[in-house]
């Protein structure tokens, strides 16, 4: 008689446990074992809990190589969830094999875990390859694809969240976290009678009222520089949208910025074809928003624009504007904004830009190329790779396009140099797993679940779309790498740049527009204090916002930073020495940018490791 132990370890949160009868079958590559029940003395599986358990069989087994968790009813108790964090089974031999779970078992149901080691294919083991089907087949059932939009990447087949199963939905500590913010934030704007009130702001001062007690430095900050052609410009770089700008090398036929507009602003002994030979003038283009319908707030039309910016690199290293055209269409009636205009005639064209800069912003960077990207490739990877995929394993852990858009020369840009650095962190930490597992080209491109993965992203979430620049296989090393490094840094480090930032500086509603109630000015010198704030959003429209932006930008409660890998599904040594020196790495960046922004009279966070979230998460 066989003595083995079984350890099973449930998730550290609350509601983890479970009251239902749980056992086990031990699957050996020699036998398989009967239905065993896990019970000992007391209530077993409570939260944060591994207990063990002795198994005698009649034989030895093998090597375990599958175990099937059996979770049953159990007297009155109801049914409900548990969550199995691990299966560790000691052979009376000595050998521990571990069997990663890390997820939620609804209901009553057999769940099979496979041994921890990854394999790419089980073609050697009738048993195993059957198991690595059935599970892929359990899930495509579980995840459908479907058309959300035409044109949009497709999505998650589900109509309501509360359709979602709890493996998919947020945990218990942040629902509550999200639930708690949200309902005390808008309590207080309701009381403050600002989410009724649809007049204009009186004053631009009365703004400040909205959330008087959510201040930071950073919000202080724009409130008192958002005027500033300086901060203005700073914003293209270190902002929560700093991927927009381009270095030009002409300008475009359709914004006829004169030199001679323009040779004040750019300093003595140079002109406007001088800076752009030297590579000092950059450009702003929203041609993406022309023609686009705006909405209709508070039974009144809103309007959007499409402008151009025209941007000089000082020799200060500031960048500021210097030509603003509100369409794209030169005219009369779309005259060029200069740094010499007016007072509210330039502050109201920078006001038409950044509002731009917002729905570019949202509609595009935020959500469509973190969100809605990303979740094509996550529903990819549950259809496509098995919990034994290597890849499957990494991703529960867009290329910077700094070159092509000719921004290298830019000092101070904080957002290129930090995300290089976590970049190529990244890149490291990507080459040595995927090296560890893939030998060669020729692995990589027999890999079918590797390449069913990469094709149904390509079809699924790039709508077949070879334009996109997203291949439908992958043929190499080299090229599976730098997939793997422009996924998880979009989903991690580029979202928390373009997201942590938002409430900061967009709490001054001003610098951040979410709607503009009259059309972009038709000529200079027609607008007054008076005048622009009967543009901007109206109070309630600028409560929303602002409370949106607070609840999307707060801490959600159980944050997980980049690097951080609490679920332990690598079992190897190498693989805990890859994410062992890659979390060194983030923590040696972290200190540095740390160390840079004491010296800042704005710090920039949002690549600091410590504050990116391991996935698009808000």
């Known amino acids: 008689m066989d003595t083995y132990k079984v350890r099973v370890a449930t998730g550290n949160f609350l509601l983890a446990g479970t009251f239902s009868s749980i056992s086990i079958t031990l699957v050996g590559t020699h036998e398989e074992s ?5 019970d000992n003395w007391g209530k077993d599986f409570n939260p944060e809990a591994v207990e063990e358990f002795k198994l005698c069989c009649g034989c030895w087994l093998g090597d375990i190589i599958l175990v099937r968790l059996h979770k049953e009813p159990y007297s009155f108790y109801p049914t409900d969830n548990w969550y199995c964090s691990f299966v560790e089974v000691i052979s009376p031999q000595g050998q521990t094999y571990r069997f990663p779970c890390y997820q939620w078992v609804e209901g009553y149901r057999t769940l099979e875990l496979r041994e921890g080691q990854m394999i790419c294919n089980d ?33 998650l087949d589900v109509d309501n969240i509360i359709d979602l199963d709890s493996n998919s939905t947020y945990s218990l500590t942040k629902s509550t976290n999200f639930l708690l913010r949200g309902v005390t934030a808008k309590v207080e704007l309701r009381l403050k009678g600002f989410l009724s009130c649809t007049d204009s702001w009186v004053k631009l001062d009365d703004i400040n009222k909205v959330f008087c007690f959510n201040k930071t430095l950073i919000t202080e900050y724009v409130q008192v520089h958002w005027r500033e052609d300086t901060f203005f410009g700073y914003q293209f770089l270190n902002g929560v949208h700093p991927v927009v700008i381009r270095r030009g090398t002409e300008l475009p036929c359709n914004f006829p910025v004169m030199p001679a507009m323009v040779a004040s602003f750019l300093g003595e002994s140079t002109s406007l074809q ?6 000092n003038i950059f450009l702003a283009d929203y041609k993406i928003l022309e023609g686009v319908p705006a909405n209709t707030i508070n039974g009144y039309q809103q309007y959007i624009a499409a402008p151009l910016c025209l941007l000089h690199l000082q020799p200060s290293g500031e960048l500021v504007p210097i030509a603003i055209q509100l369409s794209q269409c030169p005219g009369p009636d779309s005259p060029i904004f200069l740094p010499s205009d007016s007072e509210w005639d330039w502050i109201l064209a920078k006001t038409w830009v950044r509002y731009a800069d917002v729905l570019v912003h949202e509609a595009v960077s935020h959500l469509l190329l973190t969100h809605l990207i990303n979740e094509a490739f996550v529903l990819a990877t549950l259809r496509q790779l098995p919990m034994c995929h290597p890849l499957f394993k990494l991703s529960h852990c867009a290329e910077i396009d700094r070159g092509e858009r000719g921004v290298d020369c830019i000092p101070n840009y904080y957002y290129r140099d930090d995300g290089l650095k976590i970049w190529l962190a990244i890149e490291s930490f990507v080459s040595g797993i995927i090296r560890h ?15 069913a993965w990469a094709d149904e992203i390509f079809h699924e979430g790039f709508l077949g779309n070879e334009a996109s620049g997203f291949p439908s296989s992958l043929q190499s090393i080299p090229e599976l790498i730098k997939y793997l490094t422009m996924w998880i840094y979009c989903c991690s480090a580029r979202h928390a740049a373009l997201n942590n930032g938002q409430y900061e500086l967009g709490a001054w509603m001003p610098n951040f527009p979410g709607s503009m109630r009259n059309p972009p000015p038709q000529a200079k010198g027609t607008t007054s204090l008076e005048n622009y704030l009967d543009t901007i959003p ?16 707060c801490e959600p409660g159980d944050s997980r930073s980049l690097g951080t890998y609490p679920d332990e599904h690598f079992i190897e040594e190498e693989p805990k020495q890859l994410i062992a020196a890659f979390q060194g790495r983030l923590a040696q960046i972290s200190q540095e940018i740390q160390e840079r922004n004491k010296s800042l009279p704005i710090p920039y966070r949002y690549l600091d490791p410590h504050h990116i979230e391991n996935s698009t998460s808000i």
């Open 34 to 38: 009967d239905k065993k029940s896990l």
């Open 123 to 155: 073609a050697d083991s009738p048993l195993l390859l059957e198991q690595r089907q059935a599970e892929l087949k359990h899930r495509r059932e579980c995840y459908r694809w479907k058309e959300f939009a035409p044109g949009l990447p497709r999505c």
């Open 274 to 279: 001088d800076e752009l030979e030297k590579g």
């Open 437 to 451: 597992y893939y030998r060669s080209d020729a692995h990589v491109l027999a890999d079918c679940e590797l390449q």
């Open 538 to 553: 109206e109070v309630n429209s600028t409560s929303i916002a602002i409370y949106t932006l607070w609840v999307l930008c």
